[in-house]
């Protein structure tokens, strides 16, 4: 009998994988033989025009791609190449690269050092990295797990992690944040910013586009060249610079004292030294809907 069933059951197999893929629209009810991979290794399409040499750092772009990584927009790091593989005059997914998967020893660009294992590092090259997020794109190569005199090891399975760990952010279109987001270092959005949660930045935050959240916004340091909407509490450790509307929904707390230089009503705010607080737009609206702590200028009050 349990031969018997055994023999159904790979009968039943067979039958379903000739039949092709099905979707699944409910939990299992029933055993289910899934198909496993190591994980060591992808196979993946290469773009169009483009060669990567066997050892190379690899990257996909935004279409899956494989391509060599670099300070590029849109890449993710995901191994080394395996061969080298010429496609610069094919298209996508002309050729294929097998790429591995694991912790691999990039080239050092001197500022790596064994006080930086476990942090995450970016991509310089294809087959450099740095701890030190000078490129434009910042695009991350992975976690640090050793450094000898040969070079850096990186794990690139942590790549996800190293994101979420990063110590500066920068988002060039519009984001959506479900929760809280906190970040160490600078934040760079260049479109609009939609936090359901709080926003804790330690660093400055530089936003060209509009930044909403629902809750609390704090940060050491921040500068919008577009409106601050806060449908909740603000809370400022520093300079807070907007080209535009600043609109705060609850309390507004500035740990350095504020005056500004744009108009507030019929009343010109005077210029200090000791400025944390700048409206560079003269014909745009300061409101606050709570209470204002550490303000020296009488006239920037509750609305």
Same mark, same amino acid.
């Given at each position: 009998?349990?031969? *018997? ?27 289910? *033989? ?7 290794? !992808? ?51 002309? !050729? ?71 110590? =500066? ?18 934040? #760079? ?26 809750? %609390? ?22 300079? *807070?610079?907007?080209?535009?509307? *600043? ?11 504020? =005056?500004?230089?744009? %108009?507030?009503? =019929?009343?010109?705010?005077?210029? =200090? %030294? ?10 745009? !609206?300061?409101?606050?809907?709570? #209470? ?12």
């Amino acid at each position: 009998m349990k031969k *018997l069933t055994i023999k159904l059951f790979v009968a039943a197999l067979i039958i379903a994988v000739l039949a092709g893929p099905v979707a699944y629209a409910a939990a299992l009810t029933a055993e289910r *033989l899934t198909p496993s991979r190591s994980g060591s290794s !992808l196979s993946l399409n290469v773009a169009a025009g483009t060669t990567i040499y066997a050892g190379a750092m690899v990257a996909v772009d935004a279409s899956g791609n494989a391509t060599n990584a670099g300070d590029v927009a849109n890449l993710k790091v995901v191994g080394r190449a395996e061969s080298t593989v010429d496609n610069s005059s094919g298209t996508n997914g002309q !050729l294929t690269i097998s790429v591995a998967v694991g912790i691999f020893r990039w080239a050092n660009e001197a500022n790596v050092s064994d006080a930086n294992i476990g942090d995450v590092c970016y991509v310089v090259d294809n087959q450099t990295v740095s701890v030190t997020n000078s490129g434009s794109q910042s695009i991350i190569a992975g976690i640090v797990t050793d450094v000898d005199v040969n070079g850096v090891w990186v794990d690139s399975n942590r790549r996800q992690d190293a994101a979420v760990a990063a110590t =500066s952010l920068a988002v060039a279109g519009a984001a959506t944040v479900g929760t809280t987001l906190g970040v160490t270092g600078i934040s #760079t959005f260049s479109d609009n910013v939609n936090i359901s949660g709080t926003l804790t930045n330690a660093g400055a935050i530089v936003g060209a586009g509009a930044i909403t959240a629902a809750t %609390t916004v704090q940060g050491a340091d921040g500068t919008f060249t577009d409106d601050l909407t806060v449908t909740d509490d603000a809370v400022i450790g520093g300079k *807070l610079g907007a080209d535009e509307t *600043l609109i705060v929904g609850g309390a507004a707390t500035f740990s350095n004292t504020v =005056s500004a230089t744009a %108009t507030y009503g =019929s009343t010109a705010f005077g210029r =200090s %030294t000791t400025s944390y607080f700048t409206l560079q737009n003269t014909t745009q !609206l300061v409101y606050i809907a709570g #209470t204002v702590t550490n303000v020296i200028d009488s006239d920037l009050t509750t609305e």
